[in-house]
């Protein structure tokens, strides 16, 4: 992924290619695994113990009760032991067994509720052909020879033989759906929804296998009418079944994360080797639950990877980097300072927001270019700020300002203008008649790293389409529907398909990651679409994917605190960058790299973890433990997640200090 950046002369953390974080194609997967699977079940095997080891953590959690609170849960992403291919251990079967520990903390917070195994609890297996289909009948088998009741209803005419005669002759339960058997134990046709909606009377535990990386797209219509029954039981942690999903939850677009049809939700999803783009991609990524990756011994791709999602650990390892406790010699300007123009006559809160935001994530001064009413709202709010532009290391742009406000307006164009540089091949001049972008060649940038959020992103459209481009170093920060409105904006700029085929809101939510990636190869630069997830596109990158929080953080002006946490992140990294280069960019806040351009890995991780810092933050205002991403705490306000920004930032430090898994 490249060496240094440009931005900050940290090193790269080695989860840049981490598959545990990291998703490939599957068709990618399946041919760096294709050599060693061939002709052996023993990866099948290690996969399915792997799936009966989280079965049994679920099911020791107790019987489901609809609403209760869920136990603590640590990383939404987790590595499981490595199952050995060779041999894995085989599940005792004693009730007596005591529980040998294999996972992460995570696993250990409120997975061990009760001793031994429980005996007859019910478990529903639902299963497809192909591997997962097997590693469902397999892990059921396991499960019944640990006390569990497991009864398996098939999705297809051809299930794999030997997994499913060995789980009937551990005592599984087979219900055919399109399946037929000689067995009078069988079932075939409609008992098989007569045994789904028996176990939904019961509750219990349920294995999603009908489909893997192999399929792609809706599910069939026999799948589908199989879980309808328990669609309909609600949502996580709102109905009498838990579901663990087998490698990905079934029905959802594999490399894409899109969701064409019904989809069982999963409390947790147990996947093989490495991610795959429906675990870290909306839509999908808000039905897999908890991701644990269990490494088999499978080769990952040796590719670039597609997405991927940074751990809590990376983000405060690299936070702590970027924005480090002051030493003995640093001051306000050695810190970050954040140029803001925010907030307007109509919108002066914002300001104050986007302000406290960047002061509280760590910048050591805010300078403030606003109206005089805004001025004086931010100064009684945060007397600290400094009203006056000014030398700055990073740009906040457009927090509460109407681009219709037209004298307004043309203050942040004179911002923004020269922080663009010239598209190639796009002429020489603006529609005034002036060479507004950076022409030279090699330059990367006018000025500082910008964000660029709210009024100023319709100002953007503007300047692209007088064929200026922005760099790397521009963070845009849509939520859907100005994600929408840029692309339409955009789109006179070519006549791709993408353009002609045109964008609304609904769009960019069924399509993020097609949406974020289109973005940023329109305009150039690194793009944060807003959501549950957040998405982070850079050129010729991998995307990002950072959870945001509770859903009490979606208020008015969490984006505005978001904005300035962003600028005081990439502040603070240039001011570093500046200090360990004295001389080399000494008194100009611009990125110099003896003509060459910028590598976007550091202005990822910049806003990833300006991105998780504000999370945090949310989840520490709405008082949900650990922030977790679960349901719980209480209504928040968007300067609660000002507020809360430090004690975040300790626990990052925290999560830093502690190991990632």
């Known amino acids: 992924m490249g060496g240094v950046s440009d931005l900050n002369d940290f090193p790269r953390s080695d989860d840049v290619t981490d598959p545990t974080i990291c998703a490939w194609p599957v068709q990618e997967i ?47 992403y987790a590595p499981l032991a490595p199952a050995s291919p060779a041999g894995p251990p085989v599940l005792p079967v004693s009730p007596s067994s005591p529980v040998t520990p294999t996972g992460t903390p995570a696993d250990r917070g409120g997975a061990y509720v009760s001793p031994g195994w429980i005996a007859g609890a019910p478990v529903l ?46 005592g599984v339960t087979v219900y055919g759906a399109g399946y037929r058997s000689d067995s009078a134990d069988d079932r075939s046709g409609t008992e098989a929804i007569v045994a789904v909606e028996a176990f939904l009377a019961r509750g219990g535990l349920v294995l999603d296998g009908l489909t893997g990386i192999g399929a792609d797209g809706p599910l069939r219509p026999d799948a589908a009418a199989l879980i309808a029954p328990l669609v309909a039981a609600g949502e996580p942690g709102r109905r009498p079944l838990r579901v663990i999903a087998v490698d990905l939850p079934s ?68 936070l702590i980097r970027a924005l480090p406790e002051p030493g003995t ?50 100064l009684a709010a945060r007397p600290e700020v400094v009203p006056t532009a000014g030398r700055s290391q990073a740009l906040v742009l457009g927090p509460g300002i109407d681009p219709a406000d037209a004298a307004r307006a043309d203050e942040l164009r004179a911002v923004l203008r020269p922080t663009l540089i ?5 002429g020489t001049e603006d529609a005034d008649g002036t060479d507004g972008g950076n022409s030279a060649a090699g330059t990367t940038s006018g000025g500082p790293p910008a964000v660029v959020d709210a009024g100023a992103l319709s100002i953007l459209a503007e300047l692209l389409a007088q064929g200026l481009t922005c760099t790397p170093l521009h963070v845009l920060t849509p939520h859907a ?43 150039g630069g690194t793009v944060l679409l807003k959501g549950a997830t957040t998405l982070i596109a850079a050129p010729d990158r991998p995307l990002v994917s950072v959870d945001c929080g509770p859903g009490w953080m979606a208020t008015a002006g969490s984006g505005d605190v978001l ?45 990833a973890a300006g991105v998780r810092l504000h999370a945090l933050a949310g989840s520490y205002a709405a008082a949900i433990p650990q922030a977790a991403s679960g349901a719980g705490g209480h209504p928040i306000a968007a300067l609660d997640i000002a507020s809360a920004l430090g004690p975040a930032r300790l626990g990052l430090n925290w999560f830093q200090a502690s190991p990632h898994h």
């Open 329 to 378: 010699d640093d001051h306000k300007y050695t810190r970050g300072v954040v140029g803001l123009w925010a907030g307007s006559e109509t919108y002066p809160g914002a300001a104050v927001l986007t302000a406290s935001g960047a002061v509280r994530a760590g910048a050591g001064m805010v300078r403030l270019a606003a109206p005089r009413r805004v001025e004086d709202l931010v």
């Open 422 to 426: 010239r598209a190639p091949g796009r």
């Open 251 to 318: 029905g959802t677009g594999v490399d894409d994360g899109t969701i064409g049809g019904p989809v069982l939700a999963a409390d947790r999803t147990i996947t093989f080797t490495c991610l795959k783009g429906c675990l870290c991609l909306p839509p999908a990524r808000h039905l897999c639950g908890a991701v644990e990756v269990v490494p088999l011994g499978l080769p990952a791709p040796a590719s670039r990877p597609i997405a991927r999602r940074p751990v809590d650990g990376g983000l405060g390892d690299y």
């Open 481 to 523: 529907g100005e994600a929408a409105a840029l692309l339409t904006a955009l789109a006179v700029l070519e006549t791709s398909a993408e353009a002609a085929h045109g964008w609304n809101r609904e769009r960019v939510e069924a399509h993020p990651a097609r949406a974020v990636r289109e973005l940023s190869r329109l305009t």
């Open 30 to 76: 399946a041919a760096a695994e294709a050599p060693l699977t061939a002709g052996t079940d023993r990866y099948m095997r290690a996969a399915a113990h792997a799936v009966a080891r989280a079965a049994l953590r679920e099911l020791r959690q107790g019987p489901i009760v609809p609403g209760a609170a869920a136990p603590p849960a640590g990383s939404a």
């Open 563 to 607: 904005a300035g946490v962003i600028g005081a992140v990439l502040a603070g990294a240039v001011a570093r960058r500046e200090r360990e280069t004295a001389g080399a960019v000494a008194g100009k806040g611009a990125l110099v790299t003896s003509g060459v351009g910028p590598a976007p890995d550091s202005v990822l991780d910049s806003v």
């Open 125 to 170: 297996l639902l299963v497809g052909g192909g591997h997962n289909g097997a590693d469902t009948l397999l892990a059921g088998g396991l499960l019944a020879r640990s006390g569990c009741a497991v009864s398996a209803v098939l999705a297809t005419e051809h299930p794999h033989p030997v997994a499913l005669e060995e789980a009937r002759s551990h």
